[in-house]
């Protein structure tokens, strides 16, 4: 399945759109780093905005608790995602 996410996130790439690319590891890692002070929602934002979000590697490692999402607070994003122009 790696090989079709790589293939489709390319093609995304080359029409122009914005793609976020991680592995389930990684993903967790980011949530961790940020989880201490709080930071979590700026952090994210970049992601959340992606015209493609890839998230590789699901199911082949065990996501650890405390990279798990919380429950939502219920504030949004500071702002939202910029329009794109066509």
């Not at 293939?7 to 980011?30: I, M, P, R």
């Not at 989880?35 to 199911?59: H, V, Y």
């Amino acid at each position: 399945m790696s090989h079709f996410a790589e293939a489709l996130g390319q093609t995304a790439v080359e029409a122009g759109l914005a793609v976020s690319w991680f592995t389930v590891e990684d993903l967790g890692a980011l949530v961790r780093r940020h989880r201490s002070d709080d930071s979590i929602a700026p952090a994210l934002e970049k992601i959340i905005c992606s015209d493609l979000i890839t998230i590789d590697d699901i199911g082949l490692l065990s996501l650890s608790p405390d990279a798990a999402p919380r429950p939502s607070t219920g504030r949004s994003p500071s702002k939202p995602c910029a329009q794109r122009g066509s």
